[in-house]
């Protein structure tokens, strides 16, 4: 839904909030707004609110607080948001409201009523109505938070298209729903690239797996497959006794990893099938019996095809690929953090392939932890454009090969220089 533009709302409220932004605002042209109150608890939560969602909260200019002063008493709050302070009358409404949205700095409003003892909701409604109506381009947004009066000060906003909520916090999800529909219409209309692959090379490793009736590629053709479509992996070969397995590691460059290769195991780690950071022959060796023991122990029934001795990557951020073959829409290529974060955190994201360049840098950018991507604690950042790369090159690959049935790259290490895959995985749709 993402990917086609639908807008998603989390509950039957939130649906009605944002169709009533959406029948008579215009789009706003930035994220900046400003929130107008007569009562600093609202005024607060509003801009919190606001914040949470992804909007901003700029200065003023100060032309415009040369504006606003003249029209409140010294205890007012001018500035953004801004507090009236409760003896704000309507007339104080319109002459705010008018000056909030001629600040070139502000591209909408929301502007917040706590009805006092006096001052009729219908009244500021009106003058609220009044200079949205001058202000056409900016969208504004008004909440109602009084009981008394309050269907009659709706109605004054609903007439002329201005959506009227009783919380500050579902007039900010409206407003940022607002702003993100903006944005996604403006995004260039980046195709889907068409990268040149090895995919004779790919296709004889999938029509071999096939002929032979697997269910799951080889470690070893599995990123033969990543390679020949492109994708940077780390340099491994197969290893069928501790003595090849320690001339492997000399002709790598140590350090080494070594992994189990056995088509009954999924995870290496539950069973003793890994050991990292072997740094001369003779730890090699050990480390292969190692295994070799330990998967036996474990999983007595399991057929083992060697051991990967795969040259050590250090560093970089953990993070997840992956591919699922759905009945509905077809390929579903996945995003994430990975490492054991995939299943602890589960943040990832899903989209339908092919994608679009739009489409990879959305879901870099959308995880919930983007932020250890971007650099944290003095890292430096991953090279996101690499991850987007990845991103499509996967998607391209199970496009053209219909019997991958599920794919993962896990874990796709992200450095600041680019990006390399460690582990992988192809499951293949037996016919």
């Not at 010294?74 to 309507?90: R, T, Y």
């Not at 407003?175 to 993100?180: N, V």
């Not at 219409?185 to 032979?212: F, W």
Request: overall charge negative.
């Amino acid at each position: 839904m993402h990917q086609a533009g639908v807008i998603r709302a989390g509950s039957v409220e939130e649906v009605f909030d944002i169709a009533m932004a959406f029948s008579g605002q215009p789009l706003p042209k930035s994220r900046r707004t400003a929130v107008m109150t007569n009562s600093g608890g609202p005024g607060i939560l509003a801009a919190d609110a606001l914040v949470m969602n992804g909007l901003e909260l700029p200065r003023l200019q100060p032309e415009t607080l040369e504006r606003l002063r003249p029209h409140f008493p010294a205890e007012a709050s001018i500035g953004n948001p801004l507090d009236m302070i409760a003896s704000a009358k309507p007339s104080g409404y319109r002459a705010a409201l008018d000056a909030l949205l001629s600040d070139p700095n502000i591209d909408s409003a929301m502007a917040i009523f706590v009805p006092p003892l006096g001052i009729k909701q219908a009244d500021v409604a009106e003058a609220i109505a009044e200079i949205g109506l001058i202000h056409k381009d900016k969208p504004v947004l008004g909440v109602l938070m009084g009981r008394e009066g309050l269907p009659q000060g709706k109605a004054e906003l609903h007439e002329v298209g201005i959506p009227a909520y009783i919380f500050p916090e579902s007039a900010a999800r409206a407003l940022a729903t607002l702003c993100r529909y903006r944005e996604w219409k403006e995004r260039p209309p980046l195709e889907t690239p068409v990268y040149s692959v090895n995919a004779a090379r790919a296709r004889t490793i999938l029509d071999r797996a096939v002929t032979a009736g697997l269910s799951k590629l080889s470690e070893i053709d599995t990123l033969d497959v990543f390679d020949a479509y492109g994708i940077p992996v780390a340099p491994a070969r197969l290893a069928s006794s501790a003595q090849q397995a320690a001339a492997i590691a000399e002709e790598l460059g140590y350090p080494v990893a070594l992994k189990i290769v056995s088509p009954e195991v999924i995870h290496k780690t539950d069973v003793g099938g890994v050991v990292l950071g072997c740094d001369e022959a003779h730890e090699v060796r050990e480390a292969f019996d190692q295994i070799v023991a330990s998967v036996r122990a474990t999983s007595p029934d399991a057929t083992i095809s060697g051991v990967l001795v795969q040259r050590m990557v250090k560093g970089g951020r953990e993070t997840i690929v992956g591919v699922t073959r759905d009945a509905s829409f077809g390929p579903m290529v996945m995003f994430g953090l990975g490492g054991v974060l995939v299943e602890a955190v589960q943040d990832v994201l899903f989209r339908i392939a092919p994608l679009s360049q739009n489409d990879a840098r959305d879901m870099v950018r959308g995880l919930r932890g983007f932020k250890i991507l971007t650099g944290i604690r003095g890292q430096a950042p991953a090279h996101l454009a690499a991850l987007e790369e990845v991103l499509l090159r996967v998607s391209q690959l199970a496009v053209d090969n219909k019997e991958i049935r599920e794919l993962d790259i896990n874990p796709l290490l992200a450095f600041a220089d680019g990006v390399t895959a460690v582990d992988g995985r192809v499951m293949i749709a037996i016919p």
